[in-house]
């Protein structure tokens, strides 16, 4: 489900696919679907209009599918996996609803957001079904990255998930390259973080550093975001960790303005009466759709798009008693991914990745039940086959 930014790269790549037989590209606006599936040209791609927020709608077009991939907005996950339970079929997302959180910076974290999917795990291990959790970039390749590091260590001491990008967009000051929507939601809430051994929120757009990505990103300034890697890599790495922390490159005067429009009740999703001046009249809105119908559609932005993006995961601890580690990641430029792919890196690095995991899973190289995230599964096969999707990785040594 979904024709934006990141479902069009799935269903794109998910065309070649020799595994898969049939697709059928759903989303709210139809004409949204059927022009994806149009710019597709296969035959076994086919459109239909479908409301996420319809769970009796989504149960009849499920029926007879073998696996959904939900690429709308991380608001409609538990609708749409109690549609795929109800239907019979298998899932997969890129993303956690992060606003089911409603703690405070300081406040105990008892459950993170993402164990309120994982608590569907008995449930669909019941139905003999799969719901793969967080399969994009990061969350997914992050994951992925995470549990690959971890197991060469004998002891983990922390994980951090760094994201940069020094991207330039022709003819815009400041835009983002997958979901506005999405971006305000996770700068604005307070941030998860996993420090001295305890979930912790550590408030909006804090703990400032400037981390050294590989060239040609190079030094980013990032700062702790709300993200789901932080949701379960603590729950599941082990061997002792007890740090571990999200942060994603940002314009300072952006972090600052999220912060600002959060006091003043702008990145909030409930709609608000507002009174229209020239018309006498009263609509409801929410104040994030003001916000992000001032920013540019991401798939509109094509090759106005330079500059590239760097997704990894640094992990250290202990190994034969030494203190060692690695960051291990991915890199793309973003006008060569465009001229390979047809679409910006960030759309790319994050809509690929989900295909290795349907490819796998249709050869039965996944074979696992219930609900989990990527970090659950055995990482070598998996970063086996993303350079199959155009997805290249590397490491290098952390000096510690």
């Not at 590209?25 to 710019?39: F, H, I, T």
């Not at 769970?55 to 073998?66: I, L, S």
């Not at 939601?185 to 990505?213: H, I, N, S």
């Not at 009740?265 to 709609?271: D, H, K, Q, R």
């Amino acid at each position: 489900m979904g024709a934006g930014a990141i479902g069009s790269v799935t269903a794109t790549v998910l065309a070649r696919s020799k595994v898969v037989d049939e697709i059928v590209v759903a989303a709210r606006r139809g004409e949204q679907a059927r022009a994806l599936a149009k710019k597709i040209g296969k035959k076994h791609v086919t459109a239909k209009e479908l409301d996420a927020d319809r769970v009796p709608d989504m149960v009849k077009a499920f029926k007879g599918f073998d696996m959904i991939v939900n690429l709308v907005l991380p608001r409609f996950n538990m609708k749409i996996m109690e549609a795929c339970l109800k239907a019979g079929v298998h899932y997969t997302d890129t993303a956690t609803d992060l606003a089911l959180a409603k703690e405070k910076a300081g406040d105990v974290v008892k459950r993170t957001p993402e164990q309120i999917q994982l608590d569907l795990d008995d449930d669909w291990k019941d139905a003999g079904l799969s719901a793969l959790l967080g399969w994009g970039c990061d969350p997914g390749l992050s994951n992925i990255f995470a549990r690959y590091g971890a197991d060469r260590l004998d002891k983990v001491e922390y994980i951090k998930v760094r994201d940069g990008d020094n991207s330039v967009i022709e003819g815009y000051d400041f835009a983002s390259m997958w979901s506005a929507d999405t971006l305000i939601e996770e700068v604005q809430m307070d941030a998860l973080a996993f420090y001295d051994g305890k979930f912790v929120r550590v408030g909006t757009a804090k703990g400032e550093e400037v981390y050294p990505f590989p060239p040609p990103v190079g030094p980013q300034t990032v700062y702790n975001v709300d993200h789901e890697e932080q949701n379960t890599l603590p729950l599941f790495i082990g061997k002792g960790m007890r740090n571990m922390d999200f942060k994603l490159s940002l314009p300072k005067e952006f972090a600052q303005f999220v912060a600002l429009a959060k006091k003043w009740g702008m990145t909030s999703a409930e709609p608000i009466e507002v009174r229209s001046k020239f018309h006498n009249t009263r609509v409801k809105v929410a104040p994030r759709d003001v916000l992000t119908a001032l920013l540019p559609v991401p798939t509109e932005l094509g090759a106005n798009v330079s500059g590239a993006t760097c997704i990894g995961s640094e992990v250290v601890g202990e190994k034969n008693g030494k203190r060692t580690g690695w960051f291990i990641y991915t890199l793309m430029d973003h006008q060569d991914t465009w001229k390979k792919f047809g679409f910006n890196a960030v759309a790319y690095t994050t809509g690929a990745p989900p295909v290795v995991g349907i490819e796998m899973f249709g050869r039965k190289e996944i074979t696992r039940r219930g609900v989990f995230p990527p970090e659950l599964l055995d990482p070598v096969p998996i970063l086996k086959h993303m350079p199959d999707v155009g997805v290249p990785w590397f490491e290098q040594p952390v000096r510690v």
